[in-house]
Nanobody, 119 residues
């Protein structure tokens, strides 16, 4: 059974940093891209960043480029999201997810972790 467990959220002032972790278990993850999404109150869930386990190829939404860094530790089956220069508009519940099949939709999701950035 695939499990994704996020941690590391919290309350931080604008300009501060947080590092989120996503511990993955339950299958071999190397063929599948991992991603971070977020959902702010009253808004739809949006893509934030993604990474491949093998080559470490990354992708980011424009609003976080240069501020957020996604990385992975293959030995620990853990994906990270380093968030720097945080802004109040980054406030959201952050979720990690993985594809169900290679190139397929994101089928497995964690429970989410709250990030709140105060101004």
């Amino acid at each position: 059974q695939v499990q994704l467990v996020e941690s590391g959220g919290g309350l931080v002032q604008a300009g501060g940093s947080l590092r989120l972790s996503c511990a993955a278990s339950g299958r071999t993850f190397s063929p599948y891209r991992m991603a971070w999404f977020r959902q702010a109150p009253g808004k739809e869930r949006e893509f934030v960043a993604s990474i491949t386990w093998s080559a470490g190829s990354t992708a980011y939404t424009d609003s976080v480029k240069g501020r957020f860094t996604v990385s992975r530790d293959n030995a620990q089956n853990t994906v990270y999201l380093q968030m720097d220069s945080l802004k109040p508009e980054d406030t959201a519940v952050y979720y990690c997810a993985t594809r169900g099949t290679v190139g397929g939709r994101y089928a497995y999701w964690g429970q989410g972790t709250q990030v709140t950035v105060s101004s």
